[in-house]
């Protein structure tokens, strides 16, 4: 997720510093259960967003003066508006469980309806463990996490089902030439693909 | 003492000149208290399995005990009182009887037991009570909706406090709010009050809830997954995935 | 059963529209059983209370079993008797009166049309029977011309003490001087008027004779009386009877008939009814296979589904019946104060309220309720036999129909080459049960010959409703569902059947009956007494009667007919005595076996009797047999020379044998109908004056035409004719019912289907004209098959009772053919009205959903 993103909208809706921002951050993301994100990465985004211009610090006054606090500049609101009307781009050609796939397809020895069985099995686990969990939650105390519990049950949801069309074509798959499969280029589309007003991608936290 | 035990089960349609095979020598057992969820491509027997395990069908070869009991040596009286006394039943189409109250739905198999009508119809209040049903005990079913409905549906499989709960497709007819909201149930009818489920179902996000998946396919078990993970805990794959999922 | 019962009455509660239809079948049903079992007794009671009444409150009444008049001598035979304490004889004839004889005003109603004439001796008389005076004196022994009348009879006719009172007797009128009054009378029955038994004996002609004994015993034991009882009759001997007394045989008669056919059409309606429960029962649970299969599952045992099925039945069956008696009860009270002043004129019966007795009560509750609990029985068994996999799974059930139904379809082919073949035996047994098989031949071929029969009226009905293409539609949904169709379409096929048939019958009865009029009554003119086939109740004339007409100037031939009861072989029967010589030139039997002039001649020989066909069938008579003929001295054979009947008597059991048998062994020379010819040149208003002079001094009869009496009488016939077609169409009403519910079943079954009819298009009207094409469908096919059917068994039963002696011979009944068409598809029309607007009303969404 984008910290860099989250930090502008929430400097947008008044002055932070750098603690209050972390605390804001867990209230959004789910605290503990969500992301763990450490203090450490929102110095240095701050830092960054200051660098170029989005936000600016701003005086200190009163009671904490060794504190920084922080605003969103016209430029940041400017780039934030952007963001919020651009769509956020997913990436589902990089998938593991399918190289794995393949492999065992074209491997003497090994069985791919048992590949896809112990993927199952672990993706029903996992189910069961993000359903068991997101139903003890309270409401409405819970909702953002709920929210995001509903997500990763969607999820699993669609791997699963990906998982039986697999299966029931498997046969079909496995008449046709492997070469060819293997061949095919993989990664990201390239970037002029994304259009040029998206944001670009922040590193993995 | 397993609640459901199968051996060898086989079930074999004749249809005319072709006989399709349902059910292939299966052999599995449910233990007290487990919720299984039972899964497979439509045509691959679960239903058929269910069948046989209610007794509400023959097998063709092997055998079904209910709680220690053989189903293939009852006649057809002894059969009915087991599956009225130890087995209670939940359907896709919920299959209340149209011109019958919930209460009186719910208390249908109590009265099939000739119990006295007051009696019977108190228990049934409890459970629906339970089901937050409680301001809907004199609507007939077309005045509920689905989930209401199975809700009703699911304290007349209760009532009469069998140790084992069929049901087939219990979600086949429902959204996906009321559906979540039958599973939860189902899965409170095992921890809460210590019954044995096995559910057939083709919706991942509902076999989900159960606490083991038979797969089948062609007649044939091919997977059983324990769904509680068995080394390390289930929260810590829960924050795993969503942190995957967050990226 | 408690919890069934429930469900039961939820479920019926659920449909109230198909239970009211189910539940009106069996309500038909049991009102006209019920109604006429009350109706019929009801006349029998009022008419036996006639008789009873007069004998009044006695231990032993003793009479013939003919009711016939015996010799005062057997009196002394009963005083013999230990235990006897007393005795009288008494004579009672009763007298009908002409219309209008007291009052002499056509416009008012007659207060009396009939009278007991009570002949008794005044001094016996009073060891059996008390007579409380009001006014004047009782009768003594050596009155004459003197009578006792209670107040009430005073007060109608407008007579008081001393007055004189004119009366029809055998010998000419005669006047009563009314000496005493005896309080108003307060049972029903006939008035009486006491004379002296000389007085009786001799207005009547019967000297020396009595018809009645009352005697008083002297043990107030039941046993004993029993045994004094049975000590009488051995001393009188079999022909005696000790009781109530039964007289004027052939009423009865009548009446059973009645009670006879009207019971046939009750219980067919009945039958009607449960053949619909049986439908209606049929779709149910073929309808509820899911829910059965639920509850089965739940843990219901195929004992308990087995009575939830029928319990619903028992229901509607209860209600059914004990609304029909209700409605039977009103109609019965209903019809005996609209008959009442037609039945005083016709049979001088007064019409007291409907009995209701035990077993018509049991009777009705049982056919009622049993035909109901039959007719779900095999819904019954066929749904406790309905697997809980239904439940799950509720499509499957349809099993192997094709396979049974070619196998019906070869039964039923078979019968009715059977039915066909007993045709041409002409044996009416045969032929009888033949008609049965025919019908059942047709319910069984239905099912295979319904999509071809629908393909052609589909084809017709898409000649007609070209535009809205929806005809074939309506067609396929019969086709899909043969069995079905075939289940209603026979509903309507047997209701639409009794109503060709009966229409046959009628038809073919109306034209053998007028033939057989006009030959009977084929004189210039009749003097008719006021009831005709109750002869028993009519007072005649003597002998001088007609040598008075005679000698009337310009009348050639006079012929009279005299009547005595009789029994042939314990058989109540009607003896009418005849002149061979010239009944044959005023009148004629139409003869089945023998031929009228031998016949004639042959009566010639002493105790020889032509008997009619009715009489020929029940004793199995044919001719050259010998019949044992009980008459007042004993048993007497007579030999059997012809068989034949007049019209009067078609009906009634009735033997012919000369005047001078009817006189010797029965004493009778009383003329009860007369016929006279004129000669040809005669002026015949000169002639008619000239007998209207005679008849006066003899008002019990009417001068009459013979033209002006055919033509009465077919007048009646054709009232009779369209009050049986209004009863048939009544009796074809539960076919409607059937029709109705298959159709508005086979709504709630596609519901679905017309959701998405109405969907992609069809408009409202477009739906509403499918259901009422696919009514006029099953409507025309059953109304084909019932033609079919009816006219089959209209012929059958025709010929079967041609042979069984009835006069008539089969003519095809256009009329009734024309009307049977129209009302099958008038019935179509209605039966769809009410599942096509709940058709064309179903709301779209609703439907696509219906589960």
Known sequence: ?205 | MSVITTENLTKIYNSGTTAVTALDHVNFQVQPEEFVAVMGPSGCGKSTLLHLVGGLDHPTAGQVRINGNLLTDLDDDSLTELRRRQIGFIFQFYNLIPVLSAVENAALPLMLDGMKPIEAHDRAIEWLSRFDLADRLQNRPDQLSGGQQQRVAIARALVAEPSLILADEPTGNLDTRASDEIAGLLRQVTKEWGRTVVMVTHDPRIAAYADRILFLKDGRIVDDTLLEAKNGSSYEAVTAKLKEIGD | MNFQLTLALRYLNGRKLRALLTTLAIVFGVLVVFGMNTIIPAMMQSFQANVLAASGQVDASISLKTGDVFPVDELARVASVPGVRALTGLLDRTVNLQPNYFDHDSAAPDSVSALSVVGLDPIEVRNVHSYNIVAGRFLEENDTNAAVISQSLADNIGVGLGSDLKLPTAIGEQTLNIIGILPARAMPGNEEIYVTLSQAQGMFGMPEKINTIDANLDSLDNARRLEIQSAIQTALGSEYQIGALSSNSELLTNLQVGQTIFNVLGIMGLLMGGFIIFNTFRTVVAERRRDIGMLRALGASRKSIFYIILIEGLVQGVFGTAIGMAAGYGFSVLVLKLMGPALQTFINVQLGMPVVTLPIILASIGLGVGITLLAGLIPAVSASRVTPLEALRPTVGKLNFRRLAGLGFWAGVTMIALAVAALLTRNAGFIGAGGLLFIIGLILIAPALVSPIAALFGGLASLIFTRQGTAHLAQGNLSRQPARAAVTASATMIGLAILVTAASIITSASIGFERVLRKSLGSDYLLIPPSIGVWGSNVGSNPDFARELRAVAGVAVVSSLRFAPAQVNDLPISLMGIEPGVYGQVSGLTFSSGDESTAYAALKISRSIIVNPVLATSVGAKVGDLVDMLTPNGVKPYKVVAIGGDYLNAKIATGYVSQADIAADFGRTEDVLLQLNLTPTVDRDTAESAIKTVISRYPQYRLISGQGYIDENMQIFDVAFAAMYAVLLFLAVPSLIAMLNTLAIGVIERTREIGMLRAVGATRKQVRVIIVTEAIILAAIGTAFGLLAGLFLGYTTVETLHLAGFPMEYAFPAIGVVVTIAAGLLFGVLAAIIPARQAARLDVVQALHYE
């Open chain 1, 1 to 205: 997720m984008s910290v860099r993103n989250a930090l502008l909208g929430l400097l947008a809706q008044r002055p932070f510093y750098g603690y209050e921002l972390l605390a804001a951050l867990d209230g959004i993301a789910g605290g503990h259960d969500g992301w763990a994100i450490n203090p450490g990465q929102i110095y240095a985004t701050l830092e960054r967003l200051e660098k170029s211009g989005l936000i600016a610090e701003q005086p200190a006054n009163g009671s904490a003066p060794e504190k920084t606090t922080y605003t969103a500049t016209v430029a940041g609101r400017q780039e934030l508006a952007e963001w919020l009307s651009a769509p956020v781009q997913t990436n589902l050609q990089r998938d593991e469980f399918y190289i794995k796939l393949m492999l065992a397809l074209s491997l003497e020895g090994t069985d791919p309806y048992r590949v896809i069985q112990i993927q199952r099995a672990s993706l029903y686990q996992e189910l069961h463990a993000v359903t068991t969990h997101r139903d003890s939650l309270d409401l409405p105390s819970g909702l953002a996490q709920k929210l995001l519990f509903d997500k990763a049950v969607m999820h699993l949801e669609a791997d699963l089902r990906w998982l039986e069309m697999i299966e029931t074509r498997l046969d079909d798959v496995k008449r046709q030439p492997v070469q060819q499969v293997e061949m095919r280029p993989r990664g990201r589309p390239p970037k002029s693909a994304r259009g040029a007003k998206s944001p670009p991608q922040t590193d993995k936290p």
